[in-house]
């Protein structure tokens, strides 16, 4: 059984920093790319950041390009999302899922699956 536990999210100020870490059980980690979204109060599921399986290839939403780093430890079954620079639109429940299918650098939430549960960042101003 496939699992993601996301962790690391908190409340920070504006200019601030997080590091979230998406542990993966159940699977052979280091076949999978990976991907952050979140998802805000009355907005859908956005993409965030992904990743492949080997970390040689990282790709990000706009939004994020500049302020967001997302790295993976295959050795840990590990995926990270170092957050700097945060601001407060960066609110929200972020989650990481496994990339099922797509396009190598696919954003489409459908595209990915076996969703965490998620990990709450608020960014105060």
């Known amino acids: 059984q496939v699992q993601l536990v996301e962790s690391g999210g908190g409340l920070v100020q504006a200019g601030g920093s997080l590091r979230l870490s998406c542990a993966a059980s159940g699977l052979t980690f280091s076949n999978y790319a990976m991907g952050w979204f979140r998802q805000a109060p009355g907005k859908e599921r956005e993409f965030v950041a992904g990743?492949?399986?080997?970390?040689?290839?990282?790709y990000y939403a706009d939004s994020v390009k500049g302020r967001f780093t997302i790295s993976r430890d295959n050795a840990k079954n590990t995926v990270y999302l170092q957050m700097n620079s945060l601001k407060p639109e960066d609110t929200a429940i972020y989650y990481c899922?496994?990339?099922?299918?797509?396009?190598?650098?696919?954003?489409?939430?459908?595209?990915?699956?076996?969703w965490g549960q998620g990990t709450q960042v608020t960014v105060s101003s």
């Open positions: 990743i492949n399986w080997s970390g040689g290839i990282t």
């Open positions: 899922a496994i990339k099922r299918k797509g396009a190598t650098m696919s954003r489409v939430a459908s595209d990915f699956g076996s």
